[in-house]
């Protein structure tokens, strides 16, 4: 088949999990003998404005071809998207693929032509608080345009395909994110940057923006008393005010370390060598970061919203949705040990479950129509 990804930033990248969705898709169905077109948004890295993107044709046989935009938060994906979709209508796709609600908003267009479209929908994006008034309502729009015109939507949780079910009386196929096995890492880099020894800190990794809950966590860190570090890993996208926040809030405790957006063998390490893995999320789509952490045989405290719940099944630890006061106790019970589940345990259940190769079957057969 020949299929076209269009809705994510940029590969190879970790600026979100869309990204690393797109990437491990479009990466299989190659090995597979598919021919893959992946569209990406011209720009440099949202999480780290020091990451600056290089621009190739190729990645581990994907083709990558690149849509000029503007750098303005919420046009820069209206004219990615609508210029993806022009140039898309003119390859002969066996199926588009696109990521995300904003982007569809423009697959009205492949629509006209009786182009195949499968959506995936990573969340609900209009409740994020990145978003103002008309970024919100453009979401919107997607969100009823790939009900209303897809052949076939992807949704991560129940809960969103309830949402579509009792919204617009929409079916969807629920497939999850997968994560890959781990090499473990020992502490090299981070004990060399921020003097990490291992099993020393709760790692937070994840954008810093209103959402991640990460002020609760904050918070409650400085409410208990432990000699373990917290790791806040993870840059802005949109948020600067926020982020400026959040930078006021850990401004004084030598024991908080903003480590900014990490990735590759640093990222590694930080996963490897945390004591705990914290996501205090109010809104979530799939959360890969909480994956990955439990693949890695982390014990993992998260908000009891159904998104994390659903990943960490009966093997989470989990608090009540923005109740600080119930995120203390839980974390300050963990850091004394109590109720930690077995590393092995902990793997064993993620990379059964979130398997990337049985993800990619099941996604294939949705582009050809047999479900």
Not at 197 to 209: C, E, K, P, S, T
Request: with cysteine.
């Amino acid at each position: 088949m020949k299929i076209a990804m269009i809705g994510h930033k940029r590969i190879p990248s970790r600026e979100g999990g869309v990204e690393i969705v797109v990437e491990e898709l479009s990466t299989r169905l190659v090995k597979m003998g598919h021919q893959v077109d992946v569209y990406n948004r011209k720009g440099n890295n949202v999480a780290d404005k020091n990451i600056k993107t290089k621009k190739i044709k190729n990645y581990k046989g994907v083709n990558i071809i690149t849509i000029p935009t503007i750098n303005k938060k919420g046009l820069d994906a209206l004219i990615y998207s609508f210029f993806s979709s022009i140039v898309a209508l003119f390859k002969k796709y066996d199926c588009l693929h696109y990521h995300a609600e904003g982007s569809c908003a423009m697959l009205w267009i492949p629509h006209l032509f009786r182009k195949r479209i499968v959506v995936t929908i990573h969340g609900l994006d209009w409740q994020r608080a990145k978003w103002g008034g008309f970024a919100t309502k453009y979401i919107k729009f997607g969100e009823k345009l790939a009900a209303k015109y897809a052949d076939e939507i992807i949704v991560l949780s129940k809960g969103v395909q309830k949402y579509f079910k009792d919204t617009y009386n929409r079916d969807t196929n629920f497939i999850p994110n997968g994560v890959n096995i781990p090499e473990i890492k020992e502490p090299n880099i981070i004990k060399e940057k921020y003097n990490l020894n291992g099993n020393d800190y709760i790692l937070f990794l994840a954008r810093i923006v209103p959402e991640k809950g990460l002020h609760y966590l904050i918070d409650a860190y400085n409410q208990i008393k432990t000699d373990k570090k917290l790791i806040i890993a993870g840059g802005a996208s949109h948020t600067n005010d926020y982020y400026k926040e959040i930078q006021e809030k850990v401004k004084g405790n030598k024991n908080i370390i903003m480590t900014g957006f990490v990735q590759g063998e640093e990222l590694e390490e930080l996963y490897s060598n945390c004591y705990l893995y914290c996501l205090p999320s109010d809104i979530e789509g799939m959360p890969i970061s909480l994956l990955e952490a439990m693949s890695y045989g982390k014990n993992c405290l998260v908000s009891d919203i159904e998104e994390n719940t659903q990943v960490c099944g009966e093997y989470g630890h989990t608090f009540k949705k923005g109740d600080l006061q119930d995120l203390k106790e839980k974390l300050d019970s963990l850091l004394k040990e109590d109720k930690l589940i077995d590393a092995n345990i902990l793997k064993n259940y993620v990379i059964e479950k979130y398997n990337w190769d049985k993800i990619v079957d099941e996604t294939k057969k949705l582009y050809c129509g047999d479900k």
